[in-house]
């Protein structure tokens, strides 16, 4: 006799994979700010039941990354510029300490990979857009992980989401966002130096407010 398949542990796995793919629909701007979303059209389109996209759904409307509108009507969060700087000002009081954590405790394998990471694109002459992107993600995420506070790492997760909907949709022309200051950092951490990495971490996100406050 067959053994009864896992209904609960698939569902839960098929919309894990409907909330990575609409997050990144978000976060790539495919699903832009202020857009509606119909649950039953988004489950046809990728070729899903509407249980396990009415489970992603509710996931990102409780992060915040979807709203009512004032009809009720569930829609894209649009991102503002206050949106944006009240994010970044929290960045500006846990990621620091996170780097300076995360120096002390970040194994050889990561601190590699970022460096090499960095390096193509540094040695690179033309660098995709989504390159620059991957490797600003990877270097936050780590350090949020690496600091050994799992409620740092999730918060920055959590606000690095904002941010990077704002940067992504509303700031064009950008060309190696914060090489060098990525450099700087993971210089720091490679070098087990707290203070640096604190002190790098606070500079590359004071810079970027500061950017953001006089040009945008």
Known sequence: MTAPSNNSSDTGSLADSV????????????LAGGTIV????????MGV?????RDALGRLEGQGLLMRNSRGILTVRVVT????LNCLNLRLLIEPTAAALAAERMGKADLDRLDSLLREIEAASDVEADTLWDFDDILHQTIGESSGNPFIAKTI???RRYTAIFERHQLSGRGKPGSADHR????????RD???AKDAMHNHLHEIRQKI???F
């Open 184 to 191: 700087v950092i993971v210089n720091a951490l490679t070098s």
């Open 157 to 159: 997760i959590e606000m």
């Open 19 to 30: 909330f990575a793919r609409l997050l990144k629909s978000i976060l790539e701007g495919q």
């Open 38 to 45: 119909q649950e039953r059209r988004l489950a046809d389109q």
């Open 81 to 84: 510029l206050e949106d944006y």
């Open 213 to 215: 406050i006089e040009n």
């Open 194 to 196: 707290a203070a640096g």
């Open 49 to 53: 039941s509407r249980s396990p996209m």
